[in-house]
């Protein structure tokens, strides 16, 4: 069972780059990472999803180093709307015992 | 992407009563889930739903608490039951399609 570990929160301003690792050190072989964005009072979101290497999509990119012990996913020019709780999530195709770790509370100011 | 309702989105219950919360996927889908989050925490698991089985519950809620149905492939309900205060919580279903998890808006559930 894979655990992941994020900063509990972060703060930015629109229009800079935010980065936010997750690690997940003892991730397994069939494992893949995926990140999920969440507002309040709303379930939770699918942003990307990666294996290895690098993944991007039209909303972020997911860096994945050859180790796959880490992940970060790359919000490029974010905006008031990006504000909203990020969950890096690990697990298989059995999404068997999945685990959402605490999650980043990214905030972004004007 | 599977698009998920569930109903109620919101409720306010007496303790002592139970209260079902249903989920309807627009597609067929093999694995569902609920899970419970407590205001301003992460998600935790509650069970794993599969059609044509028991539902796996995980260390911390057992089925008395939790009954969950999984009649067919596009629904299920999950039921708290003999609800406390402490059950106060944001009960959500997801589904999995693709290696993707989908996530209703959950359900609002307030105990006085």
């Known amino acids: 069972l894979a655990k992941t570990t994020q900063p509990i929160s972060m703060d930015s301003y629109e229009g800079q780059e935010v980065n936010i690792t997750c690690s997940h050190n003892n991730i397994a072989t069939n494992d893949y990472i995926t990140w999920y964005q969440q507002f309040p009072s709303q379930g939770p979101r699918f942003i990307i999803q990666g294996y290895k290497t690098k993944v991007t999509n039209e909303v972020a990119s997911l860096f994945i180093p050859a180790d796959r012990k880490s992940s970060t996913l790359s919000l490029p020019r974010v905006s008031l709307s990006d504000t909203a709780v990020y969950y890096c999530?690990?697990?298989?195709?059995?999404?068997?015992?999945?685990?959402f770790g605490t999650g980043t509370r990214l905030l972004v100011s004007p | 992407s599977a698009v998920i309702s569930q109903k109620p989105s919101r409720d306010i219950c007496q303790r002592g009563t139970s209260l079902t919360i249903q989920c309807q996927v627009d597609?067929?889908?093999?694995?569902m889930f609920w899970y419970r989050q407590q205001p301003g925490q992460s998600l935790t698991l509650i069970a794993t739903?599969?059609?044509?089985?028991?539902?796996?519950?995980e260390s911390g809620f057992v089925i008395d608490k939790f009954p969950i149905s999984r009649p067919n492939l596009t629904f299920s309900t999950l039921t708290v039951s003999n609800m406390s205060p402490e059950d106060s919580s944001i009960y959500l279903c997801?589904?999995?399609?693709?290696?993707?998890?989908?996530f209703g808006a959950g359900t609002r559930l307030s105990v006085l």
């Open positions: 999530l690990v697990g298989d195709d059995r999404f068997q015992k999945l685990v």
């Open positions: 739903a599969n059609q044509g089985s028991e539902a796996t519950y």
């Open positions: 597609s067929q889908v093999t694995m």
């Open positions: 997801s589904v999995v399609q693709e290696r993707i998890q989908y």
